[in-house]
């Protein structure tokens, strides 16, 4: 069956896929954004979780990702993943969001999730410019999706803001 790319407006916490992605930083103990949504509406587990995987294997390297329950949120899974700072572009910082969605996928991929649904990964308080950031996660997803087989039918884009919404339309649209 082929997987569907769907794009909405919105709160990623109300969201009822699969899995949830979560902007995260590399010390997976919350923050701002939407990890500090997630955090707040998925209550204590989410932050058990990472502790325990901070025990476990240390901070969470830029472009990697890990996942946890998503507590009392209505999706099954968070896949935390964390995104590069914006620094001019010459850091890496493309390859590095491009790890993001690969990641997030693989590990959505192993968990046998049906839908998953991303937020727009460092455009936030990381600055990552909005517009290139939307064609690298757009690429990514579409790559996975003519890559592979995959038991995952759904992936949405969730844009927070109307700016993001906008890109992804146009590019989606066309
Ligand atoms: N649902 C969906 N998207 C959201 C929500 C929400 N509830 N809230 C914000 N966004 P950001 P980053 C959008 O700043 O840039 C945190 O402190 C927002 O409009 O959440 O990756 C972490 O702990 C933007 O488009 O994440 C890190 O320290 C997108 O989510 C740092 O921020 C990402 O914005 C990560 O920065």
Redesign the pocket.
Known sequence: MKTEIKLIK????NIKADAIVN???TSLL????????IHRKGGIQILEECKAIRNRQGKCKTGDAVYTTAGLLPAKYVIHTV?PVWNGGGNDECELLASCYRNSLKIAENLGVKSIAF??????????P?ERAAHIAIEIVKEFINKKQTNIEEIIF????EE?YQIYESILGN
């Open positions: 919105g709160d990623i916490t902007a995260a930083n919350g923050g701002g954004g939407v990890d500090g949504a995104g937020p727009n990964i460092s455009t936030g308080i990381y600055h990552f909005k969730i844009c927070f803001d993001n």
